[in-house]
């Protein structure tokens, strides 16, 4: 199943052997991470359908697709702070990509370097 409008025109598919790899969630998409590749920051999460994963992987710019939005998206056309891909790898479960990536400015849409920055939670230490 997968996210995209009716009446969308279908191009170029994933490769069968990658998408039979993945398992979805039900409606249709993996998780995927955005890794930076020299420093092994961790970025950001987003969502990825077949298509998007195909246009991450054709166009060496990470694609998302916006479960709010309902809509593709590539990461820094409008920001400006792109994600230029060096590697994607799938987990051991097919249900999440690893996208290594050089990040142009921040990953988060608020503008920071990383969605993970907004503060650690508390948890006994042994």
């Known amino acids: 199943m997968s996210p995209t409008s009716p009446g969308t025109s279908p191009g170029p598919s994933l490769d069968p052997a990658i998408a039979a790899r993945l398992k979805r969630t ?10 930076q ?5 961790v ?6 359908d077949d298509e998007a994963l195909r246009r991450t992987l054709t166009t060496g710019r990470c694609t998302y697709w916006s479960r709010s939005r309902r809509e593709y998206w590539v990461k820094g056309d409008t920001s400006g702070h792109a994600q230029h891909v060096k590697s994607v790898a799938l987990d051991c479960d ?6 290594q990536v ?4 921040g990953a988060c849409h608020t503008g ?3 969605c993970f920055d907004a503060g650690r939670l508390p948890f006994p230490t042994h």
């Open 43 to 48: 970025l950001m999460l987003g969502w990825m």
């Open 94 to 99: 097919g249900d999440t990509v690893l996208v």
């Open 37 to 41: 590749y020299d420093t092994g920051e």
């Open 112 to 114: 920071d370097r990383t």
């Open 102 to 105: 050089d990040q142009v400015g």
């Open 26 to 35: 039900p409606d249709g998409l993996v998780a995927a991470i955005a890794q």
